[in-house]
């Protein structure tokens, strides 16, 4: 039972990141209409810059300078590139941002080389017990800065101007825009989103227990996609709760792996994608994305 | 092939009187130059390096693929990233089927068939891969197929690393030698000399890569000009639209994924015979990337496009290798510099960006506005400008 429970403690801290890169995916997909291909190399953009400034000026302000900088460089592709392609089909934006991220990654994992970089987290690896119940540190607060940001991102989608104009722009772009909102304003700022919060799951991700920054991150931030894509690519709330679903599954496979050992080792890292099958083969559209209606 | 379009009555009606003469002395100044491109790919084995020879099976191999996917995404607007999963099928296939059990740490089987039939198995396997996705391919649309086949890549990652009995596991397996009715092509069984010039693996490789790369070119050709190439199009341009003109939306969605991996399945296996040996690591996401970078750079939904972006992004890396020396920005590996793989893979994606920005109709759209300029007709596969799938607006939105 303890080793169930532990997992899935685990398996909720992994799913809080993932929802946070979910999040992302999905901010941005709503307001521009773009599928990110690019966010695990904002990630590791992300996490490469703190720990890079790590070394010269602390923790602290490396953290706040990478997630401005990771934010920035969403800022730029979305001024840049999206803006100017506004109304081209899904397919084609979301192939341009699979350039990005080949430019993007490839540059980044020239630099690291086959280094393993370390943020430099002030808090270490040690295991908390909570009840018997075992996490790490990193892992713990993970969970606690995702609550406090999904919280944060909730309300201010509820409540701030900009929110009700991107639920707006997301309902009915070219009403939202004869009714005064600058929808490129709404897609700028969710691009900044998007990207702040590839950041900060960087940040987590790249923390114990997992060894440090690497190039290998770029694929384990692609496990969001999933995680997106199952709750409904236009939900914000799918985001979440897929997130949690793909932790949980993810914790769980590695966990038991010894049980699961006729689907061979390391079945935890594709069960993202097994699950994601699945759940698009009985709701194509996610379980939380609006169905697609055809008028004619 | 343009027999066919001088005397197609629509076309030489729309093309204006006094152009007339122009483009038909065009027509055969083209298919001059069509006829010497294939002339001298048939005599280059006799004076091009080994090196080079090699490379360009390789490129043959890339070009079947590459009209593989471009008639998914490009002719029928299917995003798919599970093109590296497919030539996988097809690679292990013919790997298996035609290997010998062998292998030191991790012992792996092999029937140890004749290789034709282990690459026309491959091939059906592909398509059988292709067929058991299609259920979930033709349920989704736009951007969740595109996320779903990327689930596929991963997942066949997985299986290659742990069916090892087939696979060879994380080092893979050798590829046994293709060789038909007793004449070796990856081998010097018999001997073979043309013109003084011996005919080695590297030549042979190269006959068999053109032949198959050919009839893949036109074999795609035709399915474009016929009925179910049209309702492809027609699929791409609006789901609603094909349906109401009575395309099987389902059907066809099902088919046009047998035929494209199929075509994964053949490149796989000259993929598999040009690198020598199988490796999960050979067919990851970057497998897929490349491919999507070459029917973007060649133009999406044209064939020929398709086999010039193909040699291009094959060729690209190896020719950075080649001339590192002399090159800016690029240095020899180990030096700290932009190593030649990085510099080209950096301009692939810079490459991308630039061609949807301003010629999303790719590498076939300057051809295209070429001809136009000239007068010439437009090539029948070639989308009409508007109507290419980078410019259709957006189909799949959610909202």
């Known amino acids: ?296 | 092939m343009s027999d066919t379009r001088t005397a197609d009555p629509v076309q030489s009606t729309t093309a204006s009187a006094a152009a007339s003469p122009a483009w038909r002395r065009l027509v055969t100044l083209r298919n001059g130059l069509l006829l010497v491109a294939l002339v001298l790919l048939l005599i280059a084995p006799l004076f091009v390096e080994e090196f080079w020879l090699r490379s360009g099976f390789a490129a043959m191999g890339a070009i079947i693929g590459a009209i593989g996917l471009n008639l998914l995404v490009g002719t029928t607007g299917q995003l798919s990233l599970a093109h590296a999963f497919f030539l996988a099928v097809g690679a292990l296939t013919y790997v298996y089927v035609s290997g010998e059990p062998g292998g030191g740490v991790t012992a792996y089987g092999g029937l140890g068939l004749p290789p034709i039939i282990g690459m026309i198995l491959g091939v059906l396997l592909a398509g059988v891969a292709g067929l058991l996705f299609s259920p979930v391919a033709a349920r989704l649309r736009g951007i969740y197929l595109g996320v779903a086949s990327l689930g596929l890549v991963f997942i066949g990652q997985h299986v290659l690393n742990t069916w090892t009995s087939v696979t060879g596991g994380f080092n893979g397996r050798g590829t046994p030698n293709f060789s038909l009715f007793g004449f070796e092509f990856s081998g010097e069984n018999p001997d073979l000399y043309v013109l003084n010039v011996p005919f080695d693996a590297a030549e042979r490789l190269w006959y068999l890569g053109l032949v198959l790369a050919v009839a893949a070119y036109v074999f795609a050709k035709n399915l474009l000009r016929s009925r179910p190439g049209r309702a492809l199009q027609t699929l791409r341009d609006s789901e609603v639209a094909a349906s109401v003109m009575g395309v099987d939306v389902q059907r066809y969605k099902a088919r046009v994924f047998l035929v494209s991996s199929m075509y994964a399945g053949l490149a796989g296996v000259l993929y598999a015979l040009s690198i020598g040996s199988v490796a999960p690591e050979s067919f990851a996401l970057d497998l897929s990337v490349l491919y999507l970078a070459m029917i973007v750079l060649g133009g999406l939904g044209s064939v020929g496009g398709a086999a010039v972006g193909a040699v291009f992004v094959t060729a690209l890396p190896l020719a950075f290798q080649e001339y590192a020396g002399s090159l800016p920005l690029v240095s020899e590996p180990g030096q700290g510099g932009v190593s030649a793989g990085q510099a080209a893979r950096m301009l692939f994606g810079l490459a991308i960006i630039l061609i949807v920005m301003f010629e999303p109709a790719g590498l076939a759209g300057i051809a295209q506005r070429f001809r136009r300029r000239r007068g010439m007709p437009d090539e029948p596969s070639v989308p009409p400008e508007g109507s290419s799938p980078l410019t259709t607006p957006a189909q799949g939105s959610t909202t």
Do not use: C
């Open chain 1, 1 to 296: 039972m303890n080793t169930f429970l532990t997992l899935l403690l685990n398996g909720i801290s992994l799913g809080a990141i993932y929802a946070l890169i979910a999040l992302g995916f999905t901010v941005i997909f709503k307001a521009s209409e773009v599928v990110s291909f690019m966010q695990g190399s904002l990630l590791l953009f992300g996490a490469y810059t703190i720990a890079r400034l790590n070394a010269s000026m602390g923790f602290l302000p490396a953290l706040v300078i990478g997630v401005l900088a990771t934010a920035a460089v969403g800022l730029l592709v979305e001024r840049l590139l999206i803006d100017r392609l506004r109304g081209t089909a899904v397919i084609t934006l979301a192939i341009m941002t699979i350039g990005v991220d080949i430019i993007l990654l490839t540059e980044l994992t020239r630099r690291i080389g086959s280094d393993i970089l370390n943020v430099g987290h002030p808090w270490g690896g040690e295991f908390v017990q909570i009840g018997g119940v075992g996490i790490t540190q990193n892992r713990l607060y993970a969970m606690l800065v995702a609550a406090v940001l999904v919280s944060a991102f909730f309300a201010a989608f509820k409540f701030s101007s900009w929110g009700v104009a991107m639920r707006a722009s997301a309902e009915d772009g070219e009403t939202a825009a004869l009714m005064g909102i600058k929808r490129g304003r709404v897609s700028a700022v969710a691009w900044i989103i998007g990207a702040g919060l590839a950041a900060v799951a960087g940040l987590f991700l790249v923390g114990s227990p997992t060894p440090g920054v690497a190039p290998g991150v770029h694929a384990v931030a692609l496990r969001a996609f999933p995680a997106a894509i199952l709750g409904g690519l236009d939900s914000t709330g799918g985001a979440i709760v897929g997130g949690m679903i793909i932790g949980i599954a993810e914790a769980m496979a590695a966990g038991y792996q010894d049980q699961l050992l006729f689907l061979g080792r390391g079945f935890g890292d594709v069960v993202p994608y097994v699950v994601m099958i699945l759940v698009l083969l009985v709701r194509p559209s996610g379980l939380f994305g609006t169905k697609e209606l055809t008028r004619v």
